[in-house]
């Protein structure tokens, strides 16, 4: 993704690619894996699936 964004909007482009990525990744794992699949995945910036059982037990 960072060298298609880069081809096209310069070096702009370069650092635009990598926020967007990881956006994308979000929403892709949010929506569609967790909603549509239901597999519990971890999300950047998320507690992982079954943290709260972890900090329970501390």
Known sequence: MTIPFGLLFG????FLAVPLAVAIT???KKH??????G???SIP???A??????QKAR
Do not use: R, Y
């Open 49 to 54: 699936p079954g943290d709260d059982a972890v």
């Open 11 to 14: 070096f702009p482009g370069i």
């Open 45 to 47: 910036g998320e507690e």
């Open 32 to 37: 569609w894996v967790q909603q549509t699949l």
């Open 39 to 41: 597999v519990d995945t």
């Open 26 to 28: 979000v929403l892709i």
